[in-house]
């Protein structure tokens, strides 16, 4: 049994390599986790900021072609509003 046990204690890593990397891995993930978190909110923001720009170029370009209208003397006809409930058709599909 003495040489079992020997053996055996070799094979054990010391205590203080154990909560050392232990640390460092909880560290490397905590860092991973920001870093991530950070592009998230980076890729967000940029989205966003595309979006609210696109609508304002659709914007000014509306109010420059009624104010060009409006110089030439033209009302400018009244916009149809899109309505997003879906219409039903009566389509030349299978069944009709």
């Known amino acids: 049994m ?42 967000l923001t940029s989205w966003l900021d595309k979006r609210t720009e696109n609508k304002d170029r659709a914007r000014l370009a509306q109010s420059e072609k009624d104010r060009k209208l409006q110089a030439l003397g033209v009302t400018p006809r009244p916009r149809k509003k899109v309505s997003d409930a879906p219409t039903r058709g009566g389509g030349k599909g299978f069944g009709n």
């Open 2 to 43: 003495a040489s079992g046990s020997g053996a055996r204690a070799d094979e054990v890593v010391p205590q203080s390599a154990d909560w050392l990397t232990s640390i460092i891995f909880i560290l490397a993930v905590l860092a991973l986790t920001l870093v991530t978190l950070g592009v998230l909110y980076l890729s």
